[in-house]
């Protein structure tokens, strides 16, 4: 089925606005990187936390997140995009890798990890589209030379 223009013009918003959610968490632009995301945003990372159970509420993702990770230097990459767009909802796929530089005193030293984000996106009132839900897949993440996800056995 061919798209239309406005779809792909939607389809370019989206990709855009993974661009900005990237760059702006390793900028560490927090304030700016929360209107990236919904009021009500739902993410799970359940690889990351082993809690299946999303984080409900931006204000409560982003500030979580800058407590772990503002002082570390981290390098996120988004690649491959899969995005469908239904009127005001789309849904999109991304191949992701990261990089994590920890201080010494952690004890993690480099980390680098890869997987997928599964999203869905909603339009705004004011055009705009924004992350609705985030869930973060991991494939393989190590920690200073050694593989940490999957646990191998």
């Given amino acids: ?87 005001d909802l789309a849904t999109g796929v991304w191949s992701m890798e990261d990089h994590l530089f920890w201080p010494p005193e952690s004890g993690l030293g480099y980390m680098w990890g890869t997987g997928w984000y599964e999203e869905t996106y909603r339009r705004g009132d004011d055009g705009r589209w924004r992350i609705a839900t985030l869930h973060l897949r991991r494939i393989r993440v190590e920690a200073a030379g050694t593989q940490i996800f999957p646990r191998e056995s």
């Fill in 1 to 87: 089925m061919a798209s239309t223009t406005l779809e792909l013009a939607d389809i370019e918003a989206i990709r855009q606005l993974k661009a900005r959610y990237f760059r702006l968490m390793d900028q560490k632009q927090w304030d700016v990187w929360k209107d990236v995301f919904i009021e009500d945003v739902e993410i799970t990372t359940p690889d990351d936390t082993g809690d299946p159970n999303p984080i409900v509420g931006r204000d409560e993702f982003v500030d979580g997140l800058r407590a772990m990770i503002d002082a570390v230097p981290t390098i996120h990459h988004g690649h491959m995009s899969e995005i469908a767009v239904d009127g």
